[in-house]
């Protein structure tokens, strides 16, 4: 039986750079879609959960997959094809933009950075290479070549001393026990105000929602849990992170699995989610806490999911206040967990589901959360 695809392991700048477009939503639809399709990969997703996350067909999915393993991030830009043929040479470009990505500094210039006209000037005196180009001409061939003028960021590494070691059991429970694996994390600070998004509206006429200046609803934050095999996302909105809170989480994916036999749950490394009452209560009952290493996050499959949570119910939003809100967060998770799949087979899993358990949903701080109902 051939593997299933997958994206290879990430680096912690490529599980960042795509957590940070996924969540923030900033860049344009391809790369966002893209990005989207490799995180959730990344977070073990399999392609058919992919595909319908994304909205995209299940060879899109594959493609992008199988890019990214051979060049890396920039499968996020379609390279599109035509045009008249390139007055420079292949060779010459590339010195053109390994130039561009030099310090001047390192090349014996007195400035930290280029500008187009100080770049363009320095590749017309270099000795044994002509390069004759124009400014604009200069400005697209970086562009093409996916160089961009941006602004200078930091960035972490994970000095987590068990980080292979906690991926490598990540990557064992979703391969061998997907059933019976889950996800869990805080999703905000989600704060009442209005949010601007993107909507259907008349060229030039866009929908305008209110500002805000006094904001003193406070903040609340969304506990989720998401089911790899089930493909279902759960959660409820809870004024801060704690240990009672992350333990009501952890209780309801015990709930989704009544009969006792071991679940795997995968969360980062809060101090409120790995304290000794947490650790006491699940080796009780026969739950397994899997942590992502530090700063590693995008391991945890639940991150890929948070995206289409922010883009379809916080932005382009006026909540009055978190009760209307949190009630559209729940609408968004009751469709979004209905229309997870194509209906057929979902109905038809649901319906074994619910013979095999004898309940429809969890119980989950005494509120009744269905599934997918």
């Known amino acids: 039986m051939a593997e299933p695809v997958r994206v290879r392991r990430l680096t912690d700048q490529e599980g960042q750079q795509l957590q940070r477009m996924v ?117 697209c061939l970086l562009a093409r070549r996916g160089v961009t003028f941006q602004r200078t960021k930091t960035w972490k590494e994970s000095t987590d001393p068990d980080y292979d070691t906690k991926l490598d059991r990540i990557e064992h429970v979703l391969d061998r026990f997907p059933d019976r694996t889950f996800a869990f994390d805080e999703f905000g600070p989600l704060g009442i105000r209005p949010t601007a998004g993107s909507c259907w509206a008349e060229q030039s006429k866009p929908d305008r929602l209110p500002a805000t200046y006094k904001r003193t609803h406070g903040v609340t934050y969304f506990h989720g849990c998401y089911s790899v095999g089930d493909d279902t996302l759960w959660g409820v909105n809870r004024r801060r992170k704690g240990t009672t809170n992350t333990l009501a989480a952890l209780k309801s994916i015990r709930a989704a699995r009544p009969d006792g036999a071991p679940v795997y749950v995968i969360l980062d490394n809060l101090s409120a989610h790995n304290g000794k009452k947490i650790r006491r209560w699940a080796a009780d009952h026969n739950v397994h806490l899997c942590f992502t290493p530090t700063n590693t996050s995008w391991a945890n499959p639940i991150e890929a999911h948070f995206g289409p949570l922010r883009q379809f119910t916080l932005a382009n939003s006026n909540h009055s206040n978190h009760t209307v809100q949190t009630r559209a967060l729940h609408r968004y998770l009751r469709w979004r967990n209905a229309n997870a799949r194509h209906p057929d087979v979902l109905d038809a899993q649901r319906r074994e589901r619910a013979r095999v358990r004898g309940e429809k949903g969890v119980r989950w701080g005494g509120r009744r959360l269905t599934e997918a109902a």
């Open 23 to 139: 969540r923030r939503g900033s860049t344009n639809t391809v790369r966002y879609r893209r990005a989207m399709m490799l995180l959730a990969s990344a977070g073990g997703n399999r392609v058919p959960v992919i595909a319908q996350l994304v909205q995209a067909d299940e060879d899109t999915v594959r493609d992008v997959i199988h890019r990214f393993n051979e060049i890396g991030l920039a499968c996020l830009d379609p390279q599109w094809a035509g045009g008249r043929p390139r007055l420079l040479s292949p060779d010459d470009e590339d010195f053109v933009v390994k130039t561009a990505t030099t310090r001047p500094a390192k090349l014996g210039q007195p400035f930290t950075r280029w500008s187009i006209r100080k770049l363009l000037a320095y590749l017309r005196r270099v000795h044994g290479r002509v390069i004759r180009v124009g400014r604009e001409a200069l400005r």
